[in-house]
């Protein structure tokens, strides 16, 4: 049971992110994809209808892990309230630059807000990145399973650690990068014109340098944390997200290389699904890792819930899972195609 909803807390959060990482990378490309406000609000149009559905699946994820792992959910967010604080601002600023920005038609205040949300989901990523660096590379866990982390110390990997270090941060930029190519990607299929032939080549692009990227944080992480590779080789699971990777692979290219814009971004979405399910796998059953001493680490049977609570919450799980996709594949539908921005208003979408 402790097995089943590692695999449920893994695969909440991963939705979180493929879903609402498409939004940040699109966030982050406004100023590029867009050269002038119509344009922009092209780029808002693709997102502003989702990006408040897509945060559902990360309250849930906190839920799950309030229900079934409420050590692990008292001792991170205890030990890393500032970047949590940080998350939840850029989240905030992100919804009001996208509610608000079109309220006035005004330049300096649409230009503001512009800034304003480029600025967040950049953070946002970057943040997003940071976190999962920190997961790899752990946490300075006390001999009473607690910890804190400032923003940087030494920039070391061991000991007292920060948020930020040498790892973690090259980490961060591939979380950008990877992301900025999802979200172009997603933008190619929404969007046309001028902001629709930017996107297309930005997309070829950035998938290309997300390859040596790619090479670099699995060297880098096979140094830091050499078990979690090792993981890889000797947990079924892990073959079959592999797979799904590989998949999505395949997917993404032969999109790419036909023009084929769905397919393109089934491909990323699989991607990035595969890539982050695949690191959960191999961390399991780890959930804290420590940089102070090899011996402390948190795992998942540490941090669980009772067996019986678990296997009631399955029976609330499993419905509320079935609504949520059901309502997703409504929304999608309903929001397909390319964007249609009116212009006889100043509402942004």
């Given at each position: 049971m402790i097995t089943l909803w590692y695999g449920i807390l893994a695969f909440m959060l991963t939705t979180y992110i493929v879903l609402d990482g498409r939004n940040f990378g699109a966030g982050i490309l406004h100023w590029i994809v867009a050269r002038?406000?119509?344009?922009?609000?092209?780029?808002?149009?693709?997102?502003?209808?989702?990006?408040?559905?897509?945060?559902?699946?990360?309250?849930?994820?906190?839920?799950?892990?309030?229900?079934?792992?409420?050590?692990?959910?008292?001792?991170?967010?205890?030990?890393?309230?500032?970047?949590?604080?940080?998350?939840?601002?850029?989240?905030?600023?992100?919804?009001?630059?996208?509610?608000?920005?079109?309220?006035?038609?005004?330049?300096?205040?649409?230009?503001?807000?512009?800034?304003?949300?480029?600025?967040?989901?950049?953070?946002?990523?970057?943040?997003?990145?940071?976190?999962?660096?920190?997961?790899?590379?752990?946490?300075?866990?006390?001999?009473?399973?607690?910890?804190?982390?400032?923003?940087?110390?030494?920039?070391?990997?061991?000991?007292?650690?920060?948020?930020?270090?040498?790892?973690?941060?090259?980490?961060?930029?591939?979380?950008?990068?990877?992301?900025?190519?999802?979200?172009?990607?997603?933008?190619?299929?929404?969007?046309?014109?001028?902001?629709?032939?930017?996107?297309?080549?930005?997309?070829?692009?950035?998938?290309?340098?997300?390859?040596?990227?790619?090479?670099?944080?699995?060297?880098?992480?096979?140094?830091?944390?050499p078990e979690l590779l090792e993981g890889i080789a000797v947990r079924p699971a892990a073959c079959l997200t592999l797979l799904i990777t590989v998949a999505g692979i395949y997917a993404l290219v032969t999109g790419l290389r036909h023009q084929r814009e769905r397919l393109a971004l089934l491909g990323s979405t699989f991607l990035l699904f595969g890539l982050l399910m695949t690191g959960a796998a191999a961390l399991f059953p780890v959930m804290l890792f420590s940089t102070t001493d090899p011996g402390l680490r948190l795992t998942a049977a540490d941090c669980a819930a009772p067996a019986f609570s678990l296997a009631i919450a399955v029976a609330w799980w499993i419905p509320a899972l079935t609504l949520a996709f059901t309502y997703l594949y409504i929304i999608q539908r309903y929001y397909s195609g390319k964007v249609n921005v009116s212009q006889d208003n100043q509402e942004l979408y």
């Open positions: 002038n406000q119509n344009e922009r609000r092209q780029v808002i149009a693709a997102i502003g209808p989702l990006w408040s559905w897509h945060e559902v699946w990360l309250v849930g994820t906190g839920g799950v892990m309030i229900m079934a792992f409420p050590r692990l959910m008292a001792t991170s967010f205890s030990g890393c309230y500032l970047a949590l604080f940080l998350i939840l601002w850029c989240i905030l600023l992100r919804g009001m630059s996208l509610e608000v920005g079109g309220h006035l038609s005004d330049r300096l205040w649409q230009e503001f807000w512009d800034a304003v949300f480029v600025f967040s989901n950049v953070l946002l990523a970057v943040l997003f990145g940071a976190a999962l660096g920190n997961i790899a590379r752990g946490v300075p866990l006390s001999s009473e399973g607690t910890f804190y982390l400032p923003f940087f110390t030494n920039f070391g990997i061991r000991g007292a650690v920060g948020l930020l270090d040498w790892y973690t941060v090259p980490m961060a930029g591939f979380c950008v990068l990877i992301l900025t190519a999802h979200g172009a990607t997603y933008l190619t299929m929404k969007t046309e014109g001028a902001v629709h032939e930017r996107s297309v080549r930005l997309t070829r692009g950035l998938w290309v340098a997300v390859i040596p990227a790619f090479v670099i944080i699995t060297l880098l992480t096979w140094f830091v944390r």
